[in-house]
Every structure is written in structure tokens, then in C-alpha cells.
């Protein structure tokens, strides 16, 4: 069996949350709601509880990958399988497609996020 090696980030060691929220450090979670149609290059998303996102974690949903882009404070998805502005099916070994722009996403499942930062 292969193994899996993780490597600690060196600045975080092992503090208790205590410590950590003395610093200014916090954890938020929460819902999105996707906006009415998505936009190339993710929907906006305010993240103004923080003053530097360290982290952002959106587990899939609904057939859809999520990815936060911290540069532009977006949510990007992604899908495989089906192109929804085309229905053309895509290869089963492709790689995951942003969702297309101006695809009505309101109907879509609310997802669960839990973010970190200072």
C-alpha cells in the first residue's frame, strides 16, 4: 500500500484554538446561495469577516466541484460529465469544465463552506 506523507505547514504548528483567536485567527462557517446565472470566472462571494482568507473549503454538491479563487474572491464551479450549455457529452477521463456563463444557477443546492483566516 502506498503511503500518504503530509507536510505541516512550519508558521502553524500545533495551537490550541484558544491561542489561536488571541491572534485574530477564526473559522466561519456558512451557506452560499448561488446568484440568479453564473458568470465566467465564478460567482462573487464576500468574505469581509476576515481581513485575509487563509482558507476556504466548499465540499461538491449537486455533481458540481467548487474552487474559491482568493485573488478575485470568487466561487468557480465545475462539472464533468455533460457541458450545460451544449449537453455534449464529455470523456469519461476529461478533466472537470467550468460551468458555462449565463447558465441559470438559482435552482441549484445552497452549499456548506467553512473558512479560515485573520
Known amino acids: 500500500m502506498a503511503a500518504l506523507t503530509i507536510t505541516w505547514d512550519s508558521t502553524q ?3 490550541s484554538m484558544a491561542a489561536a483567536q488571541a491572534r485574530g485567527f477564526g473559522i466561519q462557517a456558512g451557506t452560499i446561495a448561488l446568484g440568479s446565472t453564473y458568470a465566467t ?3 462573487s462571494v464576500n468574505m469581509s469577516r ?3 482568507v487563509q482558507f476556504v473549503s466548499i465540499p461538491p454538491a449537486s455533481g458540481l466541484v467548487f474552487e474559491y479563487d482568493y485573488t478575485n474572491e470568487k466561487v468557480r464551479c465545475f462539472e464533468a460529465g455533460t457541458t450545460s450549455a451544449t449537453n455534449t457529452v464529455l470523456a469519461a477521463n ?3 469544465q467550468e460551468v458555462a456563463s449565463d447558465i441559470i444557477v438559482d435552482s441549484w443546492v445552497a452549499v456548506r ?4 483566516g485573520t
Do not use: P
Open 13 to 15: 504548528g500545533n495551537k
Open 41 to 43: 470566472g465564478g460567482l
Open 50 to 52: 476576515f481581513a485575509s
Open 94 to 96: 476529461s478533466t472537470l
Open 113 to 116: 463552506f467553512l473558512a479560515w
